[in-house]
């Protein structure tokens, strides 16, 4: 898996010059174009209104964005979830839950943080907050 990552990443950086990368161009290019208008699609959706935007009762962290890995993003939530915690402030970590080891890192590492994995992080936390302190969450 990991040389396919690398490979793709190649693409994407545009550095990939092997005999396959001449297929791979125009479908990823194509594909990124798709995926760009369903981007503008969602976000002129939330501007006015068509998809409402919900808010939840305590500061909210993102933390990066979606990538495959090696950015440093989990060790960065767990630094903050660590400080968060010294100052006696309760924070929630939510996730997706796409890759199940990063929530068994974050349980080990800080078994006294809460952490919220589902599909829909805004419900999850609400259920979580239902019965515990939340001061902040953490994306």
């Given at each position: 898996?990991?040389k396919l990552k690398?490979?793709?990443?190649?693409?994407?950086?545009?550095?990939?010059?092997?005999?396959?990368?001449?297929?791979?161009?125009?479908?990823?290019?194509?594909?990124?174009?798709?995926?760009?208008?369903?981007?503008?699609?969602?976000?002129?959706?939330?501007?006015t209104g068509k998809?409402?935007?919900?808010?939840?009762?305590?500061?909210?962290?993102?933390?990066?964005?979606?990538?495959?890995?090696?950015?440093?993003?989990?060790?960065?939530?767990?630094?903050?979830?660590?400080?968060?915690?010294?100052?006696?402030?309760?924070?929630?970590?939510?996730?997706?839950?796409?890759?199940?080891?990063?929530?068994?890192?974050?349980?080990?590492?800080?078994?006294?943080?809460?952490?919220?994995?589902?599909?829909?992080?805004?419900?999850?936390?609400?259920?979580?907050?239902?019965?515990?302190?939340?001061?902040?969450?953490?994306?």
């Amino acid at each position: 898996m990991s040389k396919l990552k690398n490979y793709f990443r190649l693409l994407a950086e545009d550095k990939e010059k092997g005999p396959c990368s001449r297929f791979w161009y125009p479908v990823l290019g194509a594909a990124s174009k798709g995926y760009g208008r369903a981007v503008e699609i969602r976000r002129k959706n939330y501007e006015t209104g068509k998809r409402p935007r919900r808010k939840l009762p305590f500061p909210v962290v993102s933390v990066g964005n979606l990538t495959w890995g090696g950015s440093g993003k989990t060790p960065f939530v767990e630094y903050l979830a660590y400080r968060i915690n010294e100052i006696q402030k309760r924070a929630l970590i939510l996730t997706r839950g796409y890759s199940q080891d990063e929530v068994v890192q974050y349980r080990e590492h800080l078994p006294y943080v809460l952490v919220g994995t589902g599909k829909d992080r805004y419900e999850t936390a609400m259920a979580i907050r239902e019965k515990h302190r939340v001061d902040l969450g953490i994306l």
